[in-house]
């Protein structure tokens, strides 16, 4: 299973990082963001499956496919934000994961829009 690896790694990482952190802080900081990363990109990978389907359900119900595309950016965005973010502060850079996330949410208002656009222009029509 595929969680039994990320788990195993994960431990495996924080030992390391726990031990060397007596020693060589800086390093216990690399092993952690290493981890992170090994982790996130072994995730990204699994989600192509998920996008795929996804879709497929979107052009079976007649979905546009610039608001399916749109929802996955928003969701990556959300993501990879997180995952920023949570680096930083393992860094101990609180006001930079601040930061991040406060940039990722302007992002996702940004590419939210034609979306927003959209549903607009249905409540317009909507009310006489």
């Known amino acids: ?5 990320i788990v195993l790694i994960g431990m495996i990482a924080a030992i390391l990082a726990v031990i ?7 390093i216990a900081i690399h092993i952690s963001i290493v981890t ?7 995730m990204i990978t699994k989600l192509n499956s998920v ?7 979107a052009s079976k119900a007649n979905i ?13 965005i959300a993501y990879i934000t997180e995952f920023g973010a949570q680096v930083c502060r393992d860094a101990g ?7 991040i996330e406060f ?5 996702i208002m940004i590419i939210s829009i034609p979306i927003l656009a ?10 006489p």
């Open 1 to 5: 299973m595929d969680i039994m690896r």
């Open 93 to 99: 850079e609180g006001a930079i994961a601040s930061k």
């Open 64 to 76: 546009d496919i610039l608001y399916v595309s749109t929802i996955l950016k928003v969701v990556a």
């Open 118 to 127: 959209a549903l607009m222009d249905i409540i317009v029509k909507i009310i």
């Open 51 to 57: 996008i795929t389907v996804l879709r497929h359900f």
């Open 20 to 26: 060397l952190k007596q020693y060589k802080p800086e």
């Open 103 to 107: 940039s990722g949410k302007i992002l």
């Open 36 to 42: 992170g990363l090994i982790i996130f990109i072994f």
